[in-house]
């Protein structure tokens, strides 16, 4: 074995695993967390100039160097809910930017991307020695791991250094850093393994959806310091592992929460992006558990991202998150499990029920009362679709147009979304339209109904709101449906507690008043014929029953 070396580091080198050397323990770590077996015959020529990659012909090749890059992968126990770190997997680095690179002097080479299978190859001429650079990125689609709390330094993987030959074979795998009882090593497979849950969340869409969507270039940030705090994200103080509007962040600290391999809440983060870059997210967010009564933008947006895992990563259902000493606590959820018991308050306002409703409309018929099956790319449709709605996003939008894209579909439809009807209040009922016209499930909260109220210009209403810890509830939401007729119209509340208005178009926030107290006022110009809608967001932290009259004039 040769002794671990390093590299001075670039900026777009956060960390350079060093690797072992010919063959000797092939498939061991060496201190730095990666490991890489190579063998050669003789070289069969030199020269001072190189050319080629991946394969690349047409030219007098001297060199050929293939191989396979994999990464160890900690699979999920669901029974003791905790990683189990006696099943590491190994899996391929697909897709991944791999660099040739001169073993002497540290310049480039030639460039290309690993296969499906993690198999790359490079023809060329020149350098005696070579060895690789690993990028935690890929090119189709663009996804980046970069370390927020290292300057957003992109992960790359050294390998070892090999002799250039006619057909010379190096392999390189990330290992996980584990020695059994803590991560002790680099952890090499931690970047690797979130890009590739991101890179095949991807390819499920380009490879089945046509035609294939657009993705833009996309950043996740992940450090061994990330971990539940609020503070500052450039020294790990993420909160929790989520979608900024912008980037993803993933927890990576050790014996708090880590997230790297609890794939499924990767792809869930991945989800809010994609349902925001390619569909429309209409969620006001705050804090969320698989029984709360949800504000139903809140529930859509959860809901819809949970079954996403499970619809990317199938036959893999089983949603799971490990956490504490040793990575030795979490839990898991089956997305398949349909629950309608009314212990889980299902319904339009419930993430669960939610899931379950996506989930089912996505896999085959295989329940008595799920009969439909509109795969990847009726689930990707149906949110393009529900993009131009003039409705928020919720169930009823989502649900209304999958039926406008599947109309022989939609008794059946209907089926998978009675399941969820477990009582008077809790359910719900077929879906006429993206309004929820006729919904006779009110959570509890009678003012929940109808979805949207009828607001006419000249009138007044009172709306009832119900206090709790969190104003993402469907208790604390009230939305109104005003029609434009080409004036301004100014819409006021006066109400003993704190409410917010909004005014939305499309999903587009128009106006808005925040102040802290219960008289608000806002004022736009309207469109005739446009279709506007009035969000009226309490904030009293009270389980008390509290009005806001809302009056709309010109």
């Known amino acids: 074995m040769i002794s671990a070396r390093s590299l001075v580091l670039r900026r777009t080198l956060p960390f350079l695993l060093s690797t072992l050397a010919l063959g000797l323990v092939a498939g061991c770590d060496d201190e730095n967390g990666s490991s890489s077996t190579n063998s050669s015959s003789s070289s069969s020529s030199s020269s001072s100039s190189s050319s080629g990659s991946g394969g690349a012909g047409g030219q007098d090749v001297g060199f050929r160097l293939s191989g396979s890059l994999s990464y160890e992968y900690v699979p999920f126990d669901v029974d003791l809910e905790k990683l189990d770190y006696g099943k590491i997997e190994k899996r391929p680095i697909r897709g991944a930017s791999v660099r040739l690179i001169d073993a002497d002097t540290d310049a480039e080479i030639a460039k290309t991307s690993s296969d499906d299978e993690g198999a790359y190859s490079f023809e060329y001429m020149g350098a005696a020695k070579v060895k690789l650079w690993v990028y935690a990125e890929t090119e189709v689609p663009s996804l980046t791991v970069e370390d927020n709390t290292s300057g957003d330094a992109v992960y790359v993987m050294e390998s070892d250094t090999a002799d250039s030959a006619a057909d010379a074979k190096l392999d390189v795998l990330a290992a996980t850093g584990w020695d059994g009882t803590a991560y002790t090593k680099t952890r090499a497979a931690a970047p690797f393994a979130v890009l590739d849950t991101a890179y095949i969340s991807a390819r499920r869409f380009l490879d089945e959806v046509s035609p294939p969507p657009a993705f833009p270039p996309l950043k996740f940030n992940w450090s061994i310091n990330n971990r539940p705090e609020e503070g500052d994200k450039a020294l790990g103080q993420i909160g929790t592992s989520h979608f900024d509007g912008e980037e993803l962040y ?269 008289e608000e006022s806002v004022t736009f110009d309207s469109e005739a014929g446009t279709i506007y809608v009035l969000s009226v967001r309490g904030f009293n932290t009270m389980p008390v029953s509290y009005g806001a009259e809302i009056t709309i004039s010109h």
């Open 250 to 518: 993933i927890l990576g600290k050790e014996d708090v929460d880590t997230d790297e391999f609890d794939s499924h809440i990767t792809v869930h983060e991945w989800g809010h992006w994609f349902n925001k870059t390619l569909g429309r997210a209409d969620t006001i967010g705050g804090t969320h558990s698989s029984s709360d009564i949800e504000d139903p933008r809140v529930a859509f947006s959860e809901g819809f991202c949970t079954a996403l895992s499970a619809i990317v990563l199938d036959p893999d259902t089983t949603y799971t998150d490990s956490s504490g000493p040793q990575q030795a606590s979490g839990f898991s959820n089956d997305v398949e499990m349909n629950n309608n018991n009314v212990e889980k308050n299902p319904g339009w306002f419930s993430e669960t029920t939610v899931e379950g409703v996506v989930y089912d409309l996505y896999d085959g018929p295989n329940e008595p009362f799920d009969q439909v099956s509109v795969g990847i790319s009726g689930i990707y449709a149906a949110l393009r679709t529900q993009k131009d709605k003039p409705s928020f996003t919720t169930i009823f939008s989502y649900v209304a147009s999958l039926k406008e894209n599947n109309p022989q579909a939609a008794a059946d439809i209907d089926a998978v979304t009675s399941f969820y009807n477990a009582s008077a209040d809790f359910g719900v009922d077929p879906i006429e339209d993206e309004w929820g016209t006729n919904e006779t499930h009110s959570g509890g909260f009678p003012g929940s109904l109808p979805v949207y109220k009828e607001g006419v210009v000249g009138n007044s209403y009172t709306v009832d709101l119900t206090g709790d810890d969190e104003s993402n509830r469907l208790s604390q939401n009230v939305y109104v449906r005003i029609e434009g007729d080409g004036m301004a119209i100014t819409v006021t509340s006066t109400s003993p507690s704190d409410v917010d208005l909004s005014v939305f178009k499309a999903g587009v926030l128009v106006t808005t008043d925040g102040n802290v107290s219960g």
